[in-house]
């Protein structure tokens, strides 16, 4: 067994490794949510993206059985480094995880980066997955849990017309205003900020994580890259009558291929709490979702399984849990 770095600018060398990577992370979930290869060259390649990328294969009789994916923040969390080490299930159990992590432990060194960070995920009913004895071994811990939850579509008018009339109890004067595709100019110096919020006003349990840096730049890099993925993001937002952006939610959705959809960022800041712009914000984006793309049967999700407002409002709208996704750290 051999461990090489692959190049993510090759495509056949790409190809390969990202074939065994998504065996490796997928096996034994349910439908894993994982990007097409395309979509995975589009992330890993993009120069003005937040974070660097390498990825790494152990290598048995020339295949690739093995594979690390190292994401390296750019802007913040300069001592983070985002690991995804992955095993094929026929090769599992032979040192071929412990050689990449070791592997990428020295690289990490290297690099000057002192946090290790992982994800476990761990299907509902299922048994333990080898990820959590694998990390633990490792010597990260387990730091926070956020839920993936599953909802299918379309969501009945009757459901999200009585959800809209409950929010409207409260909205009181805030008013939404709904885009699909980049935000407006007169938004986006604002909007940059709302999203440089959400880790530190969204709860993380223990992760040790810094507040994020957005600006304006940022954001078009990312509206640029879900574009390139053949992706839609189809954003709410409440404003209050000051002008000032009280909260936002987003939705990504492919255009063509997968008809599942993904719940990305909510947030409302804490002094605009309390008036139920959560499920405002939320019912309407559902409204936008089933209008626009009404061949699309699902839609995920994933909250911090501490958020009780964010849950209680996916609940209503009938999300059901799938997995946990458990967020692991050492350093
Ligand atoms: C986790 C994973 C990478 C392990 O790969 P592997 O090549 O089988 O790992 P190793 O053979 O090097 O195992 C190292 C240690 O991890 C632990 N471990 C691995 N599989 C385990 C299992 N099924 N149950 C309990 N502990 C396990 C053990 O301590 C093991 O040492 P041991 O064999 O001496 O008991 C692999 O199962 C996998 O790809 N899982 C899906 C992705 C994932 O969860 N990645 C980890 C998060 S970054």
């Known amino acids: 067994m051999k461990i090489s770095r692959v190049d993510h600018f090759d495509d056949t060398a790409f190809g390969a490794w990202h074939a065994a990577a998504r065996e490796g992370v997928g096996a034994g979930r349910f439908d894993p949510p994982l990007f097409s290869a395309a979509q995975s060259a589009v992330a890993f ?63 990490v060194a290297e690099l000057g980066r002192t946090s290790l960070f992982g994800v476990v995920n761990q299907p509902i009913g299922a048994d333990e997955v080898p ?133 990305w960022d909510t947030l409302v800041l804490p002094e605009h709490r309390g008036h139920r712009l959560g499920l405002a914000l939320k019912v309407a984006n559902q409204r936008a979702l089933q209008a626009g793309y009404p061949k699309h049967t699902s839609i995920e999700t994933w909250n911090a399984v501490q958020n009780g407002p964010m849950v209680s409002v996916n609940l209503e709208l009938g999300f059901r849990e799938v997995e946990r996704y458990e967020e692991w750290q050492r350093g």
């Open 45 to 107: 390649r993009a120069a003005d993206g937040p974070y660097d990328y390498e990825i790494y294969g152990a290598f048995v009789d020339g295949r690739i059985v093995g594979t690390v994916r190292l994401e390296l923040p750019k802007h913040d969390n300069l001592n983070l480094a985002d690991i995804e080490i992955a095993v094929v299930p026929a090769h599992r159990r032979q040192g071929i995880g412990t050689a990449l992590f070791a592997h990428i432990e020295a690289r």
């Open 131 to 263: 990820g959590v004895g694998f990390a633990t071994r490792c010597g990260l811990t387990r730091r926070n849990i956020e839920m993936r939850r599953a909802l299918d579509l379309p969501v009945a008018d009757e459901l999200l017309d009585r959800l809209e009339a409950k929010a409207a109890e409260k909205i009181g004067d805030y008013r939404l205003v709904t885009w699909t595709g980049p935000c407006p100019d007169e938004h986006a110096e604002q909007y940059a900020h709302l999203k440089s919020l959400l880790m530190s006003e969204a709860p993380v349990g223990d992760m040790d994580y810094e507040a994020e840096v957005w600006d304006v730049a940022r954001l078009r890099a990312d509206e640029k890259k879900a574009a390139d993925q053949g992706r839609d993001i189809l954003t709410v937002i409440a404003v209050a009558p000051d002008g000032v952006i009280a909260g936002h939610t987003q939705i990504g959705v492919s255009r063509e291929g997968e008809h599942r959809a993904f719940q």
